[in-house]
C-alpha cells in the first residue's frame, strides 16, 4: 500500500508541475488552446514515470507504456501541429471570453480554474490503468506473463490507436481539398461512425484497462476507462462537435439519421 500511495502521489506531484508550468506559458500565449496536446503527451509521461518506479521489465510494464506511449505521442504531436496550423481553438476562445464578461474574472483565474485546474485531475484519473496496471508486478522475482485478458487488451488498444489514426487523417485528407469546403465527411471510417477519432480513443483506454486488470492491481483502475468514454460521449467530445456542425453543416442532420453517432455500424438506408 505504501508502494501504491507513493507511486500515485509522485505521478500527482510531476503532473501538477507540469500543469502549472504550462498555465504559466498560456499567460504569455493568451491561448489555452495547446493544452488539448498535453492531455495525450501528459499521460505518456505518467505512463514512462511510473515504469521507471516499477524498476522492471516486467510484459505488463512493457506493453502499457508502450501502446501508451505510442497513442499519446501520435496524438499529442497531431494536436499539436493542428494547434499551430489552424491557430486558437474556438470552444477556448469563447470560454475564456464568457469567463472575462459574464463572471469579471481575469485572463488567468479564467484559464487556471477552467482549463488547467479541470483538466489536470481527470488526465490524472484517466490514466490510472497505465499506472495501477504496472504496480501487478512489482517486487517479483519472474513477473507473470501477459495472460488472455492482457492479449485481448493488446488487441483492443492497437485497433484503437489505428481507427483513430486513419480517422483524424481522411479528415485532415478531406479538409485539405478546397472542393469540400463547408461539405460533410461521409466515407471511409466516417460512413460508419461520424466520430472513429472518438471510438478509437474509447478503445485504447478500454484495451489499457484489459490489461491492467491482467495484472491484478489494475482491476481497480475501471474508472479510467468508464471516465474518457463519459468524456467523449456525453460532454467534451460528442456534444461540442455536433452542436457546431449542426448550425454550419445543412447536411449535418441527414448525416445524422445515417450514421452512427458512436460504435461503427453499416450506415442506415435513406
Sequence with gaps: MMDFAHLLGQNLAISTSLFVMLWLINLVTRDPSFVDSWWALGMVVSACATFLYVGHTGDHAIALTALCSVWGLRLGFYLLWRWRKHGPDRRYTTM???????????????????????????????????????????????????????????????????????????????????????KVLQSGLWRYTRHPNYFGDACVWWGLWLIAADAGLGLWSMVGPILITVLLTRWSGVPTVEGRMRRKRPEYEAYIQRTSGFIPMPPKKA
Excluded at 471570453?97 to 481575469?106: D, I, L, Y
Excluded at 496496471?133 to 513477473?143: A, E, K, V, W
Design 96 to 182: 475564456m471570453a464568457s469567463a472575462q464578461k459574464e463572471r469579471g474574472w481575469g485572463y488567468a483565474r479564467a484559464s487556471l480554474l477552467l482549463v488547467f485546474a479541470l483538466q489536470l485531475p481527470l488526465q490524472f484519473i484517466v490514466s490510472l490503468p497505465v499506472q495501477l496496471g504496472q504496480m501487478g508486478d512489482r517486487g517479483m522475482l519472474f513477473p507473470a506473463p501477459l495472460g488472455p485478458a492482457a492479449w485481448l487488451g493488446v488487441a483492443v488498444a492497437v485497433a484503437g490507436i489505428l481507427f483513430e489514426s486513419i480517422g483524424d487523417s481522411q479528415l485532415v485528407a478531406f479538409k485539405a481539398d478546397p472542393a469540400n469546403a463547408g
